[in-house]
């Protein structure tokens, strides 16, 4: 009895730990969220001269990240590298909308970065790794880090100001080692019967 509860407990233990919300850390900062929804963002400030390359089947790619302090960020910065192709981050969203600006933004509250991406090869799992790649570095990928993506479908995106600093990333982790039995628990033979070690000849 005591051994199926000790077993019990410790898939309980597991299940917690496996589905812990995390943040994840980047060369700015940390990434509390990452979603892709179906659900067309709109984007202001696009020039006509300037057009941003939006896939037949768009998905979007939303991450919401906090800056280290004195940090600031642009849509030049970063590119979410998914199935082996590069899409460029479009709009940033510090609290009024998503804006395709040239400046940087510097924030001490959470801000959003938007990808668009082919949904003909992002979004096909409900959680799917995808890589953010640092620009600031040309050339180099020191400073690439994978986030698993949570896929919402059409959805929208939560807004920065609900998501908590803790981060809602789920991270996936290994399975861990299945406890071993508890000392003095049963065993059986091959025939199926119970066998006492302690029986006497």
Known sequence: MKSSLFILFAAIFSLTVQLQAETIRFRSGHVLAAELTTRKINISGIPAELPVNIPAKPVY?????????????????????????????????????????????????????????????????????????????????LFDVKVPFSFIGSDAPKTPGTIPESGIIVIKKPEPPKPAAAPGADRKNDSGNTSDSGAEE
């Open 61 to 141: 790619a939303v991450l919401t990240v906090k800056l280290d302090r004195f940090r600031s960020i642009s849509i030049f910065d970063y590119t979410l590298i998914a199935y082996g192709t590069e899409f460029p981050c479009v709009a940033i969203n510090s609290g009024r909308g998503f804006v395709h600006t040239d400046a940087p933004v510097t924030s001490e509250d959470a801000v959003q970065l938007l990808f668009i991406a082919d949904a003909l090869t992002a979004g096909k799992a409900k959680l799917e790794e995808n890589v953010l790649r640092c620009k600031l570095t040309p050339g180099k990928d």
